[in-house]
């Protein structure tokens, strides 16, 4: 199934999708800090940021990297010329409670940092699958932060060197109709 | 303070910011849809699509979800023409498991939403203010979602309108340095 759009969206929505043929080409530093500066920008409850990044570039970073995703993500991450790791602290600075959006909001960093890179001709691929505790102490990562994703950052590869597993789902995915995601409230309470 | 971007990042995020300043203007029907659909293009875990949208913006359902509000949102958010409640499912569809990116992959929902508002010239300002049991209760929503934010949608407003309490917050906020969000791997461990 291909995509529809009903209506004119932002192109980067558009076009951006989650591929795994990563080519081995390295990424200008310039868009590396492009991207997470828009990420920044993401609103936050109370303006608190949540949202921290762990950047893997150089080969002994990645391969670090690398280390800590599961065995069926390192076989097709392993060309990603840059992961990053999504962490997000859990208090609010301010007053040191439980921030019960910090997920909510790094999130919304990680869509803009999505949008960012897709505009630099970037693709970008999300994982929840990683080792989590193995990341935790292997990157002495403190428990007032939770431990989000890694993300896959680089240019679009050839689809033909996959595995035969991922090759057949290298495709933008589609959406549920609009009708299961959204409803008007009167609606919803029928 | 002024925002001072670095980089060259997408317009939308560059602009986009939270006023509370609304006028009264009704939205069309279009932009809603638009910005639904925009929300619905976000990656998430598997495809889950955990993110679930509430809408109001007839009159009667305006009521009614601003009677979910903190006391001091009402004041502002009630010119507010669009009010969405965000929930999110946390289980897999799939396996009925616990879905740890429910929240994470609904607020990159809310980030291709508040882009895709921005560039049909609408504001967007997300609250977590508001209550949360009595939203459960009056909206009827089953523990299988978490509740999660409410985002006002419309045309900016005149700020002179604002109480003095909102008026003095009325501007684009800053952000943290990226020093202090991002780093290198060896420099994290450092």
Not at 23 to 51: M, R, T, V
Request: charged residues 30%; hydrophobic residues 35%.
């Amino acid at each position: 199934m291909k995509r529809k759009f009903v209506h004119n969206i932002i192109q980067e929505i558009k076009q951006r999708w989650s591929p795994r043929a990563f080519n081995l080409e390295k990424i200008p530093e310039e868009d590396i800090q492009a991207i997470i500066e828009a990420a920044c920008y993401a609103p936050s409850c109370f303006n608190e940021q949540p949202w921290r990044f762990l950047i893997a570039s150089e080969e002994s970073e990645l391969n670090m990297m690398r280390d800590l995703l599961t065995e069926k993500n390192q076989r097709w991450a392993k060309k990603a010329p840059v992961l990053i790791l999504v962490i997000a602290h859990r208090y609010f600075a301010y007053n040191g409670k439980e921030n019960r959006w910090h997920q909510f909001d790094s999130g919304t960093a990680w869509g803009y940092l999505s949008l960012e890179a897709q505009k630099r001709g970037l693709i970008t691929h999300g994982m929840g699958g990683f080792k989590n505790q193995k990341t935790r102490d292997s990157l002495n990562i403190s428990e007032e932060y939770e431990i989000i994703a890694v993300i896959a950052i680089g240019k679009l590869g050839n689809k033909d060197e996959l595995e035969e597993e991922f090759k057949k789902e290298e495709y933008p995915s589609t959406r549920r109709p609009i009708k299961e995601t959204a409803w008007r409230l009167t609606q919803f309470l029928d």
